[in-house]
């Protein structure tokens, strides 16, 4: 293991912003006061006394409302304004709740939208058939005010992660990462964070195709998640930022044993993705993009640690700038390597130094 410091100063690499859904709504209809985004929630009941209810309680909660009388409009308006969160009434004219439910999980524009079905029906295969049908949670008429919000706040949060969430690892993606982060920056408690990258991950996937490759990445996202585990550390977050980059965030104390660990495992596990003949011989040959045979090494990791004890940081940005420049570092020494910075806040220039 290798450990080097490297300049924090100000760059322009970021990790990216996960894709997120672009629903067709007005563009006045999900902003608040100042230009703060609200999240948008459809009530389906043909009472009108409900709705007024739920609207006039949102509302103060900070949420804007959509509102439907009846099934077949339920699925109109989800279909054509993509809400967060839809609370539906069972016993509705034109649909049923049953049947609208079944309607939105069969369309791809809105399988996705979490559903909360209202009912005075309260008996227990009345709830399993809701939930069977794909509805995320079941409230009885008549409900608790304060119950059912906490119930819509718990949906949401559970929605945000699920829509952020790698699908190929299952771990927290941009979203749930840069929430995280400025959650711990907003805090004020020092914390470190580890971006890992994996070296070569190109050239096997080449190699091996595609199938391999979503294996390393499993395993990466597995050794990851066990060290933390291991490692004993309550403040521990593993996140995928996408492709072959990860980030784990954890006290300061424990970072660098933590990424020690995660080396030595990695370095080890790994080999094993190869075939017998490629790991004898350390290197797979693949053709580069000028369509000449190349030599790759076998894979291994670079990862950049930044301890907010160390380094003064007030923003996600400038965070992800420093660990984005000590990972160009990192990148150009071969082999496993961790890179982190060494110098405290505000030294002289003279303790500035590079360790190997």
Same mark, same amino acid.
């Given at each position: +293991?290798?450990?080097?410091?490297?300049?924090?100063?100000?760059?322009?690499?970021?990790? %990216?912003?996960?894709?997120?859904?672009?629903? &067709?709504?007005?563009?006045?209809?999900?902003?608040?006061?100042?230009?703060?985004?609200?999240?948008?929630?459809?009530?389906?009941?043909?009472?009108?006394?409900? #709705?007024?209810?739920?609207?006039?309680?949102?509302?103060?909660?900070?949420?804007?409302?959509?509102? !439907?009388?009846?099934? =077949?409009?339920?699925?109109?308006?989800?279909?054509?304004?993509? *809400?967060?969160?839809?609370?539906?009434?069972? +016993? &509705?004219?034109? =649909?049923?709740?049953?049947?609208?439910?079944?309607?939105?999980?069969?369309?791809?524009?809105?399988?996705?939208?979490?559903?909360? &079905?209202?009912?005075?029906?309260?008996?227990?295969?009345?709830?399993?058939?809701?939930?069977?049908?794909?509805?995320?949670?079941?409230?009885?008429k008549p409900f608790e005010l304060n119950e059912l919000m906490q119930r819509i706040r718990n949906t949401l949060d559970w929605s945000s992660q699920q829509r952020s969430a790698s699908p190929l690892t299952g771990l927290p993606g941009n979203h749930s990462i840069n929430t995280e982060?400025?959650? #711990?920056?907003?805090?004020?408690?020092?914390?470190?964070?580890?971006?890992?990258?994996?070296?070569?991950?190109?050239?096997?996937?080449?190699?091996?195709?595609?199938?391999?490759?979503?294996?390393?990445?499993?395993?990466?996202?597995?050794?990851?998640?066990?060290?933390?585990?291991?490692?004993?550390?309550?403040?521990?977050?593993?996140?995928?930022?996408?492709?072959?980059?990860?980030?784990? =965030?954890? %006290?300061?104390?424990?970072?660098?044993?933590?990424?020690?660990?995660?080396?030595?495992?990695?370095?080890?596990? !790994?080999?094993?993705?190869?075939?017998?003949?490629?790991?004898?011989?350390?290197?797979?040959?693949?053709?580069?993009? @000028?369509?000449?045979?190349?030599?790759?090494?076998? +894979?291994?990791?670079?990862? !950049? =640690?930044?301890?907010?004890? #160390?380094?003064?940081?007030?923003?996600?940005?400038?965070?992800?700038?420093?660990?984005?420049?000590?990972?160009?570092?990192?990148?150009?020494?071969?082999?496993?390597? &961790?890179?982190?910075?060494? @110098? #405290?806040?505000?030294? *002289? !220039?003279?303790?500035?130094?590079?360790?190997?």
């Open positions: +293991m290798t450990r080097v410091s490297g300049p924090t100063g100000p760059g322009s690499l970021q990790w %990216s912003a996960g894709a997120a859904r672009i629903p &067709m709504v007005h563009p006045d209809s999900r902003t608040a006061e100042h230009g703060v985004a609200k999240q948008r929630i459809l009530i389906a009941d043909d009472e009108p006394d409900i #709705r007024h209810l739920l609207r006039t309680r949102l509302e103060l909660e900070g949420f804007s409302v959509l509102e !439907a009388c009846d099934g =077949l409009e339920a699925v109109r308006v989800a279909q054509d304004e993509a *809400p967060d969160l839809i609370v539906l009434d069972v +016993m &509705m004219p034109q =649909l049923d709740g049953v049947e609208v439910c079944n309607r939105l999980r069969a369309s791809f524009t809105t399988r996705h939208i979490p559903v909360i &079905m209202l009912t005075a029906r309260a008996g227990r295969d009345d709830k399993l058939s809701g939930l069977t049908r794909g509805a995320n949670d079941y409230v009885t982060i400025r959650r #711990r920056l907003a805090e004020g408690k020092p914390f470190a964070l580890l971006q890992i990258d994996v070296d070569h991950f190109k050239s096997f996937n080449d190699y091996y195709g595609y199938g391999r490759g979503d294996e390393a990445i499993q395993l990466l996202a597995r050794i990851l998640s066990e060290s933390v585990y291991r490692s004993g550390d309550r403040e521990g977050f593993v996140g995928h930022i996408g492709g072959d980059d990860f980030v784990v =965030l954890s %006290s300061c104390e424990a970072s660098e044993p933590l990424g020690e660990a995660i080396l030595e495992w990695f370095n080890t596990a !790994a080999k094993d993705l190869y075939d017998e003949e490629d790991r004898a011989r350390g290197f797979v040959e693949v053709l580069n993009r @000028r369509h000449d045979t190349e030599r790759f090494p076998l +894979m291994s990791l670079t990862i !950049a =640690l930044v301890s907010t004890d #160390r380094v003064p940081v007030t923003h996600l940005a400038q965070l992800i700038d420093i660990a984005q420049e000590l990972k160009a570092h990192g990148k150009g020494i071969p082999g496993s390597v &961790m890179v982190g910075e060494r @110098r #405290r806040r505000d030294p *002289p !220039a003279e303790s500035q130094q590079r360790v190997a």
